[in-house]
């Protein structure tokens, strides 16, 4: 069954730097996005990506985060300046059509900002 | 903008019970009501999905329900196993079609 693969499973960076979070969708799939989830809270909304650019975003993605799709396969979210509170689990998901049915998530990059 | 609340937070069943969780939201625009299953360590897994053109959804032990006048949808499952324990997530569009807003979570625990 195909799958959304996340690299790394686990990040530790010291506050103000920078981190690529690196995602492989769905090959198939047309629309991309990452959530965040900081511990036993719920699955936040960070930004969706379609045609090549942002179609949304929520008022966390503000200018220190930045999405990228390099090439045919990859989808990355860079975080230019961390800070303490960006600590969470970062989940990229997929989806064929529609932009919001039938997302699939990966396992997560369990970021932590020292 | 969508404002989806779930309990409840915590629920714990003996095994073979049913299991119901609920979910409110508030854009009446919305149509399309998933619910995802969250296990230890992975990511959010779909599991059951309904459009706001039908009452109720069934899949094998699970199903989902829907009352539009309301503005409610509840997952029901039947004959809990262990293995259904997880954090279960409800989720609505935030508006039109845009992304989904999730619910607080569940946490399930099936006692053997």
């Known amino acids: 069954e195909p799958e959304v693969t996340q690299t790394p499973s686990h990040q530790v960076t010291q506050m103000g730097q920078e981190v690529i979070l690196r995602c492989v969708p769905i090959s198939n799939h047309l629309y991309f996005y990452w959530y965040r989830q900081i511990l036993g809270q719920k699955v936040e909304f960070l930004v969706s990506f379609y045609n090549n650019e942002i179609s949304e975003k929520s008022e966390i993605f503000d200018d220190q985060f930045s999405v990228e799709r390099p090439d045919g396969s990859n989808f990355t979210l860079k975080i230019r300046s961390t800070k303490l509170e960006d600590s969470a689990m970062y989940f990229c998901?997929?989806?064929?059509?529609?932009?919001?049915?039938?997302?699939?998530f990966g396992s997560g990059t369990q970021l932590s900002v020292l | 903008g969508e404002n989806v609340e779930q309990h409840p937070s915590t629920l714990s069943v003996q095994e073979g019970d049913s299991a119901v969780i609920k979910c409110t939201y508030s854009?009446?625009?919305?149509?399309?009501f998933p619910w995802y299953k969250q296990e230890l360590g992975k990511g959010p897994q779909l599991i059951i999905d309904?459009?706001?053109?039908?009452g109720e959804k069934k899949d094998q032990r699970i199903a989902v329900t829907l009352n539009k006048t309301a503005k409610h949808f509840s997952l029901h499952i039947t004959e809990t196993q262990p293995e259904d324990s997880a954090v279960y997530f409800c989720?609505?569009?935030?508006?039109?079609?845009?992304?989904?807003?999730f619910g607080k979570g569940t946490r399930l625990s099936v006692i053997a």
């Open positions: 854009d009446s625009a919305s149509n399309y």
């Open positions: 989720a609505a569009p935030h508006s039109g079609n845009t992304p989904l807003v």
């Open positions: 309904i459009r706001s053109n039908v």
């Open positions: 998901a997929s989806s064929y059509g529609t932009g919001y049915e039938k997302l699939f």
